[in-house]
């Protein structure tokens, strides 16, 4: 069933709490202040922008700007009329872009001076706009321009976030406004955010930890926003004395408790840190626990597909090592590979499974792709390997899908050996792309090369090649030439046994 209002638009509820006056924004680096009532006059300044393109109802937007608070307004206001935002990373290369443009066919592409200079070279067969968005639009506070927010469908899309998805290449997961709203709702009483919160924000905007949580969330509270351009721990922590919740991956926290001042007095005024996106070592939240004299990360989990699923308590107890418990819009079930639910029994810890949900922030499907990571009762299939512990929280303990996890980023290793072989293909013959672990990442990208030549090419020019064409933490941090590749007997490369002779 369909409904067209504007009360279903996600901007309406992104700024329905907040009194107008309240501080949405601090931004450090330009010692700015910006209130919800400017933040709104300007994206009204960016969505009077927009509409001269006179593009269809919902059309799909691609942006591919930097971190900071224009690629917000413009984020923001896509949204209030009505288009669908797809935000990509700003370092992906130009095999990374043709691929979203072709898959995406967005009406318009809002990208860099420095990538528009370029796309021609870059993007083929391309219909849609194209804008940079060089000169800030000015707040004119006096006169402002009032656009209505526009009316949509409950379950019209609001956002495409490309992931890896548990198969294959990236896709586009179609997350609905209905399913953004649903999650707000869970984490804002599950996390007791309000206006009093200030919300430290230094993770990347075009993830959903980064954007439904640390930002959509942080405006839902009515609550304000520290925006960092990037997390570096020098700059980030001394606002920890003015702050009250941070979100990062495991990563941002096995650095801060490296940093050598992050002690008890450090922590100033957070009363929550939150890690997800990877698992968190049990070192790390035991490191984290003693240099702050107390304080438990609460670990929850996700994907882009379903928005954030399970959470530790806020109030409860944090149980070390697991993800928590459903939040309340979402229904779980551990299957065996015959399908067969493991149910939990209280006491007892259980079989392993792959972790499966349902419910409202579960994406619609994959934009253009049939739904395969659903099962035949509607079942999202995660792909990830987990098992309820004796009290009924959930372990996530692997992975099926042949991905690996570096400080949060997720890194597909067919992806990464496809483009690999495209260099001088006469000289490689074959490449594994594979994880190991890392103190710092939890994981970084290996690749075993075969090539038979007497002369080889050179390691650091093949990171060259690859320099321009994907992002940088897809490129493996370390080559090895290997004679063949261990292969199972349907020729299946096994990147389990590589792991294993990597890290003897
Ligand atoms: C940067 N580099 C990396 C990574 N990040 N290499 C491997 N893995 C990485 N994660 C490389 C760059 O390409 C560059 O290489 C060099 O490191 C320095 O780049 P810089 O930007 O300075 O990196 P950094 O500041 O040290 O970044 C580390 C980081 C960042 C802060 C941990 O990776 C990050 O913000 N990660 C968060 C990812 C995230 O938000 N994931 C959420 C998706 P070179 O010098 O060679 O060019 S998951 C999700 O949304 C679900 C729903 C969920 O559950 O949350
Ligand atoms: P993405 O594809 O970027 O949306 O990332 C989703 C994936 O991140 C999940 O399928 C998990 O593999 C991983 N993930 C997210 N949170 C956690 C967590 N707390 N522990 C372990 N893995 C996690």
């Not at 402002?144 to 890896?164: F, G, L, Q």
């Not at 939040?327 to 065996?336: E, F, G, K, V």
Request: glycine residues 6%; contains cysteine; aromatic residues 10%.
């Amino acid at each position: 069933m369909t409904h067209n209002n504007s009360d279903n638009n996600l901007y309406k509820h992104l700024l329905k709490t907040a009194q107008p006056k309240a501080i949405a924004f601090e931004l450090p680096d330009e010692q700015q202040i910006l209130s919800y009532h400017q933040l709104n006059h300007v994206v009204d300044q960016y969505a009077r922008v927009l509409l001269q393109f006179q593009l269809p109802e919902q059309s799909r937007i691609l942006v591919q700007l930097e971190k900071n608070i224009t690629t917000i307004y413009i984020y923001l206001a896509v949204i209030k009329l009505g288009y669908t935002l797809i935000p990509i990373n700003p370092s992906y290369g130009h095999t990374e872009i043709q691929y979203f443009i072709e898959d995406a066919e967005p009406a318009l592409f809002i990208c860099t001076d420095a990538v528009a200079k370029q796309f021609n070279q870059i993007v083929k067969n391309y219909n849609g706009a194209l804008y940079t968005p060089e000169q800030p639009v000015t707040l004119v506070v006096d006169n402002p321009i009032n656009i209505e927010t526009k009316s949509v469908d409950v379950d019209a899309i609001a956002v495409i976030i490309y992931t890896s998805g548990t198969t294959g290449k990236s896709k586009g997961a179609m997350l609905t406004h209905a399913n953004f709203i649903a999650q707000l709702i869970d984490l804002k009483h599950a996390w007791k955010i309000n206006e009093q919160d200030v919300l430290i924000h230094a993770l990347p905007i075009f993830h959903v930890h980064g954007l439904a949580l640390n930002l959509f969330l942080g405006l839902y509270s009515g609550a304000t926003i520290k925006l960092f351009k990037r997390f570096d721990c020098d700059e980030v922590v001394p606002h920890f004395q003015k702050a009250t919740i941070f979100m990062g991956v495991p990563t941002m926290y096995n650095r801060l408790i490296n940093s050598p001042s992050f002690n008890r007095t450090a922590v100033g005024s957070i009363r929550l840190f939150l890690s997800g996106s990877a698992p968190l070592s049990i070192q790390t939240f035991e490191t984290f626990y003693t240099c702050t004299g107390g304080y438990e990360i609460l670990e929850r989990y996700g994907m882009s597909e379903t928005l954030i699923t399970l959470a530790n308590p806020y109030e409860g107890h944090r149980r070390i090592g697991t993800v928590g418990i459903p939040l309340p819009s979402i229904n779980i079930n551990l299957i065996d590979p015959t399908g067969t639910p493991i149910n939990f029994l209280a006491g007892q810890p259980s079989n392993i499974g792959e972790l499966v949900c349902k419910g409202k922030t579960v994406m619609k499907g994959y934009w253009k792709k049939q739904d395969i990571s659903f099962d035949e009762n509607g079942w999202f299939k995660t792909g990830d390997l987990a098992m309820w512990d004796e009290k009924g929280y959930i372990k996530i303990v692997g992975r099926i899908k042949e991905m690996i996890i570096s400080g949060g980023y997720k890194v597909y290793p067919q992806e990464v050996e496809h483009v690999i072989l495209s260099f001088e293909s006469h000289h490689i013959e074959e490449v594994a792309v594979f994880g190991v672990p890392d103190t710092d990442l939890g994981e970084r990208v290996i690749a075993a090369l075969v090539c038979n030549a007497t002369e080889k090419p050179n390691f650091e020019d093949i990171k060259c090649f690859l320099k321009g064409k994907l992002a940088g933490y897809k490129i493996p941090k370390h080559f090895f030439w290997i004679n063949e590749l261990p292969k199972n007997a349907m020729g299946k490369v096994q990147r389990n046994v590589l792991y294993s002779s990597y890290c003897l």
